[in-house]
């Protein structure tokens, strides 16, 4: 129960030596929050209120850098939800409930530029409201209409991805961000 009450700010800095591999240290953070309807991080929600998903890759080195596998990220089990329920057993199992939005179109792009202490952003809100939606360059959150809010219990949403760097060392990334819908 503990872990449910877990901050959903997720910050992970990828740390890299600069002594041995010659990379900057840090090269970037990658930021995940769930945000209530006023904008506020939290991880317990009220039965019938919208989640506001965000995601943020900050570029921490000195350099440009530039992601080569963005679409790839984006595109599996990116945001993933998971409803965690007991079943017949007593063993806790985990339900996929699915994502906080319906689609995803993805650019055929080479690579993502990102300045020196920019970012990339991208919101998606799970009863799918275009206002606090955004994108990243070229692509395009879709939502179907009249979608429901997700019912009282334990979640968490999870995903795993790697970068690909057009200049460094491909650098992986694991969330696991667990949430209360009262």
């Known amino acids: 129960m503990k872990l449910l009450i877990t901050s959903t700010t997720m910050v992970i800095l990828m740390l890299i030596s600069c002594t041995d591999d010659g990379f900057p ?27 506001l998903y965000r995601y943020c890759l900050t570029n921490r080195s000195e350099t440009l850098l530039v992601v080569t596998n963005l679409q ?10 998971l409803q965690l329920i007991y079943g017949d057993d ?14 995803i179109r993805i650019p055929d792009k080479f690579g993502y530029a990102i300045e020196t202490l920019d970012s990339l952003v991208m919101q998606a809100i799970w009863k799918g409201n275009l206002e606090n939606t955004k994108y990243i360059d070229g692509f395009v959150i879709e939502y179907k209409s009249n979608r429901n809010s ?9 995903f795993e991805h790697a970068f690909t760097f057009t200049k460094y060392a491909d650098k992986v990334v694991q969330i696991e961000n667990p949430f ?3």
Not at 90 to 103: A, K, Q, S
């Open 25 to 51: 240290d840090p090269l970037v953070e990658v930021q995940f929050n769930l945000l209530n309807e006023a904008g506020i991080p939290t991880s317990t929600f009220n039965k019938g209120e919208d989640i």
């Open 72 to 81: 790839e990220i984006i595109g599996n089990d990116f945001m993933l939800t």
């Open 90 to 103: 007593g063993v806790l199992v985990e339900r996929i409930i699915g994502f906080p939005y319906d689609g």
């Open 150 to 158: 997700l019912s009282s219990g334990k979640y968490k949403v999870e």
């Open 180 to 182: 209360i819908i009262l």
